[in-house]
């Protein structure tokens, strides 16, 4: 897919994406101010208004811009965790992952296990997007996956259904890493499970062997080493409450819109 919004709208995202940033460096680099309750209860205000600010302006199904194969960059950086060390995974990489699924169930009809060999198998779509980190960089990838909507088409949302919870296979300091999305996002035509970058499989840095793409959000939403997507009516209601791994741990917006 190579759609790419107008010109004006590439401005106003810009400029979502530079308050976004900015919330991101002030989080980033002062600790003291994402322990304070009133802190983070202001930037949850402000998190109010992005979403709403960036979906006003660029609608529900609004896409992030693409570029051509000449604006890939050298390299898209590993970073977080750059291996797990879970002993699981470790074993999964030994063999090249032949032996890895990715669960999708809660509030699902038809709760299922995906088969990594059944994914890279269904319809692929790539895009050649941006990847904007909290830390200041970015870079330009090509990535190849299925559309998040078409597996959970496959799976069948219940109507109590709201969020995605992304469940992954590596661990950081504070505990597992997590992510979440609402099912606007989730169904966005850009969401996707990738399971390849510049035209080969995943690096383990880069989230191998399936990694989630959310274009129109910043990279800690992007969750990475997959292994099971579960469907719920509030995400308040997972691990510490945050919606994500940085959300609980320092107070990143849940939605951090670019």
Same mark, same amino acid.
Not at 40 to 68: P, V
């Given at each position: 897919?190579?759609?790419?919004?107008?010109?004006?709208?590439?401005?106003?995202?810009?400029?979502?994406?530079?308050?976004?940033? =900015?919330?991101?460096?002030? $989080?980033? /680099?002062? &600790?003291? *101010?994402?322990?304070?309750?009133?802190? +983070? !209860?202001?930037? %949850?205000?402000?998190?109010?208004?992005?979403? =709403?600010?960036?979906?006003? $302006?660029? /609608?529900? &199904?609004? *896409?992030?811009?693409?570029?051509?194969? +000449? !604006?890939?960059? %050298?390299?898209?950086?590993?970073?977080?965790?750059?291996?797990?060390?879970?002993?699981?995974?470790?074993?999964?990489?030994?063999?090249?992952?032949?032996?890895?699924?990715?669960?999708?169930?809660?509030?699902?009809?038809?709760?299922?296990?995906?088969?990594?060999?059944?994914?890279?198998?269904?319809?692929?779509?790539?895009?050649?997007?941006?990847?904007?980190?909290?830390?200041?960089?970015?870079?330009?990838?090509?990535?190849?996956?299925?559309?998040?909507?078409?597996?959970?088409?496959?799976?069948?949302?219940?109507?109590?259904?709201?969020?995605?919870?992304?469940?992954?296979?590596?661990?950081?300091?504070?505990?597992?890493?997590?992510?979440?999305?609402?099912?606007?996002?989730?169904?966005?035509?850009?969401?996707?499970?990738?399971?390849?970058?510049?035209?080969?499989?995943?690096?383990?840095?880069?989230?191998?062997?399936?990694?989630?793409?959310?274009?129109?959000?910043?990279?800690?939403?992007?969750?990475?080493?997959?292994?099971?997507?579960?469907?719920?009516?509030?995400?308040?209601?997972?691990?510490?409450?945050?919606?994500?791994?940085?959300?609980?741990?320092?107070?990143?917006?849940?939605?951090?819109?670019?």
């Amino acid at each position: 897919m190579n759609a790419k919004p107008p010109a004006t709208i590439l401005t106003r995202r810009a400029l979502v994406g530079s308050l976004s940033l =900015a919330a991101g460096g002030l $989080l980033t /680099g002062c &600790d003291a *101010l994402t322990a304070n309750q009133g802190w +983070r !209860d202001t930037l %949850r205000l402000a998190e109010t208004g992005n979403m =709403a600010l960036q979906r006003g $302006l660029l /609608g529900q &199904d609004g *896409l992030a811009r693409e570029y051509s194969p +000449r !604006d890939i960059s %050298r390299s898209v950086p590993a970073n977080g965790t750059r291996a797990p060390s879970d002993a699981d995974y470790l074993r999964q990489a030994a063999t090249g992952f032949s032996d890895w699924t990715l669960s999708i169930d809660g509030l699902v009809e038809r709760p299922t296990r995906f088969a990594l060999g059944q994914i890279r198998s269904m319809p692929r779509q790539t895009q050649i997007t941006r990847h904007d980190c909290v830390e200041g960089w970015s870079a330009i990838g090509k990535w190849t996956g299925v559309n998040l909507a078409a597996l959970l088409d496959a799976v069948k949302l219940r109507d109590s259904a709201r969020y995605l919870v992304f469940h992954c296979a590596d661990s950081l300091r504070a505990g597992p890493y997590y992510e979440s999305i609402d099912l606007v996002d989730a169904r966005h035509a850009q969401t996707m499970i990738a399971w390849a970058l510049n035209d080969e499989l995943l690096p383990i840095g880069n989230g191998a062997p399936l990694r989630l793409r959310v274009e129109r959000q910043l990279g800690y939403k992007h969750a990475k080493y997959i292994r099971r997507i579960e469907a719920v009516a509030d995400y308040r209601l997972s691990y510490g409450g945050g919606g994500g791994y940085w959300e609980d741990a320092a107070g990143y917006e849940w939605y951090a819109g670019i």
